[in-house]
């Protein structure tokens, strides 16, 4: 077993316990170092009163304009949120109160915002993502038709204009501009590959903009929903990114070859796919579907959630190369007389139930030679009806040889309803466990990589019967490995005022750096381990906000708790609580099946840490795996 001691270096952090607000002093959890400077302190919904006092704040703060809308439209939303949650008849009473006043207000706002738009145009969109720059935009020419820009300055001063331009009938062409002070420079002038990775990671996030940002139009005096593509281009269904033109618009020179212009084109494709654009590479230009796009996104006008046989079908055409035969059986049969096609990742080892794919990824063989197949075109979507794969033989054998796990699909399947206890129980819980601890997991990892002392992820999960905000560090100092005593959870959705609160859960790690990266592979297991443990505590609280889950313990334990803490009771009964039983055995039964091994193996090696801790005697262990063993019977797996 690995050495794990505490850590013994003092934290500056205080972290947030159960039962404080979000925005206590006594903590800094949640928002030290993440909140923006300008945070508004105050705000609240629990009743008019609390509404009242909390616009007056808001009037006389220094603030702009655009920063009291956002404080205001958040309140007012979140109050909405809170009324649909609340089933107490008199905190519903309440929150519709102050929903009524925030709504008032926000309508004053809106009608200054009116007489401000007179004033300037300027619409600043702030950072677009963590690390990036901040932009201004869109701009739009006369009639918002011929161009669309943003523009923003570098660290170095260089600044940069993201045009989208009308250049052909149903084309809508992207490029750089690049300025230092007023001098238009070539574009290969700023290939360091620290800045260019910033430069083109907030050019996909201005992108991003350019094809979701409904009402984007208003500092223009255009009062409807539509996005900046939608008033600047409509209709349009490509746009086209030429990274080699971007460097030759201004002149190549200073011995720039085609390799670079290669590099540049690579960092598009690897941004792209990252932020779900689904790019095509023809050449060296790189084409986005817009409609497909805007679909995923719910975009106002364009249809959501499915796809039609049709637009199945011309994908298909689309993706085969010119030399090959369009499989129109296949498309005749059964992808144009269904429509309902969904776009979503599937698991690669799932097609292998296929018989006749099976067939021929065990054959080795390949129906193009890896020359015709551009790499990027790997990742087109499969097309898969019922389990049996119709199109992509090749990208899905070529994937699973490389080792990928999933792949993008249109889809549609089999009718098959899973039991809603079953569901309830495990699957939706151990999907979002899996979800965030992927994303962490890499945060993590990413920051270590990049020298950084600790690593933040932050995340608000707002399903619609799943709600709270995580927040995980791990700290890369102290002697061992440990799971530092703030991590926890609050499942109740009011805190110790009785004011609202979203339920939360922090988790703190903390790390020798030495140990890493060899270690990063039991981390992940512990953070397996603690994230659907304390998942599972925020589903044994919150009825009103929907949290609860029919079955689980939620009988009050706070006493039985404090006689633990306080050496009345054995420290051993604390697994012995009926939440803590639930939470200890989904967490390490969530492990087990990350570590492919048995839940015995998991739970023996749990409890010999805390029998070596002297946290309880071996007699003790095996009194806990006895209540254990009856109550995962009762749960609905097996622990021996």
């Not at 701009?139 to 993201?162: I, M, N, P, Q």
């Not at 049996?388 to 080792?403: C, E, F, I, P």
């Not at 010999?608 to 063993?629: A, C, F, N, R, S």
Request: aromatic residues 10%; charged residues 35%.
């Amino acid at each position: 077993m690995k050495y794990i001691k505490s850590l013994h270096e003092a934290d500056k952090r205080i972290p947030r316990k159960k039962g404080q607000k979000a925005k206590s002093d006594k903590h800094s959890d949640l928002y030290t170092d993440e909140d923006p400077k300008g945070t508004i302190h105050g705000l609240g919904f629990k009743d008019a009163q609390k509404a009242e006092d909390s616009i007056k704040i808001i009037k006389k703060v220094d603030r702009t304009h655009a920063h009291k809308v956002q404080a205001t439209l958040v309140m007012q939303q979140r109050a909405k949120v809170a009324i649909e949650r609340t089933k107490d008849p008199e905190k519903k009473k309440n929150l519709k109160a102050a929903y009524e006043i925030w709504t008032k207000f926000l309508e004053e706002m809106k009608k200054k915002t009116q007489e401000l738009k007179k004033e300037s145009v300027v619409n600043e969109i702030g950072d677009m993502s963590a690390g990036f720059y901040r932009v201004t935009g869109p701009l739009f020419d006369a009639g918002g038709r011929r161009y669309c820009k943003y523009e923003f300055t570098t660290e170095s001063k260089l600044r940069y204009s993201v045009v989208f331009y009308d250049s052909v009938k149903d084309l809508t062409e992207m490029w750089f501009e690049t300025y230092d002070g007023d001098k238009q420079i070539p574009m290969h002038l700023t290939t360091d590959r620290g800045e260019i990775l910033k430069v083109i990671g907030t050019a996909i996030g201005i992108l991003e903009h350019y094809l979701t940002a409904e009402g984007a139009g208003a500092p223009y005096g255009i009062t409807d929903n539509r996005t900046p593509n939608q008033i600047h281009n409509p209709g349009v269904k490509t746009l086209i990114i030429k990274p080699v033109k971007e460097k030759k618009r201004r002149g190549r020179g200073f011995g720039d070859d085609i390799e670079s212009d290669r590099r540049r084109e690579k960092i598009y494709m690897q941004f792209l796919k990252k932020q779900g654009f689904s790019p095509k590479l023809k050449g060296s230009d790189i084409l986005i579907d817009i409609p497909k796009y805007q679909k995923k996104q719910g975009v106002v006008g364009v249809v959501a959630e499915s796809w039609t046989g049709q637009e199945v079908a011309d994908h298909i055409r689309y993706i085969t190369p010119d030399e090959s035969d369009v499989p129109d059986y296949f498309i005749d049969k059964y992808v144009l007389p269904n429509d309902g096609w969904q776009n979503k990742p599937i698991k690669l080892k799932n097609l292998l139930k296929d018989r006749d794919f099976k067939a021929y990824y065990k054959s080795g063989e390949e129906r193009y030679d890896e020359y015709e197949v551009a790499g990027d075109d790997l990742y087109q979507e499969l097309v898969v009806y019922k389990g049996q794969l119709l199109d992509g033989y090749s990208r899905a054998a070529r994937m699973l040889r490389n080792g990928e796990k999933t792949a993008a699909a249109f889809v549609i399947e089999n009718s098959y309803i899973m039991d809603l206890e079953l569901f309830e129980r495990y699957t939706k819980l151990d999907s979002i466990s899996n979800k965030l601890l992927g994303d962490v997991f890499r945060q993590w990892v990413l920051d270590y990589k990049n020298g950084k002392r600790s690593s933040h992820y932050s995340f608000s999960v707002e399903n619609p019967k799943l709600t709270f905000d995580l927040d995980c560090r791990i700290y890369f100092k102290g002697k061992g490995f440990e799971v530092l005593d703030s991590t926890g959870a609050d499942a109740r959705d009011e805190d110790d005022d009785g004011d609202w609160q979203d339920p939360f859960i922090n988790i703190d790690f903390s790390c020798n750096p030495e140990w890493l990266p060899t270690y990063w592979s039991e981390i992940y297991f512990h953070l397996a381990d603690v994230l659907r443990h304390e998942i599972e505590h925020i589903t044994q609280d919150g009825i009103d906000i929907g949290n609860y889950r029919k079955g689980k313990p939620n009988k009050p334990d706070d006493e039985m708790r404090a006689m633990i803490k306080s050496g009345i009771i054995p420290k051993y009964y604390y697994l012995l609580l009926a939440k803590e039983v639930d939470a200890n055995l989904q967490g390490l039964r969530f492990e087990a099946k990350k570590r492919k091994e048995k839940l015995i193996d998991a739970c023996n090696r749990y409890l010999d840490q805390k029998v070596e801790m002297g946290y309880l005697t071996p007699e003790e262990k095996e009194e806990v795996l006895i209540k254990w063993e009856a109550r995962a019977k009762h749960l609905g797996f097996k622990l021996r």
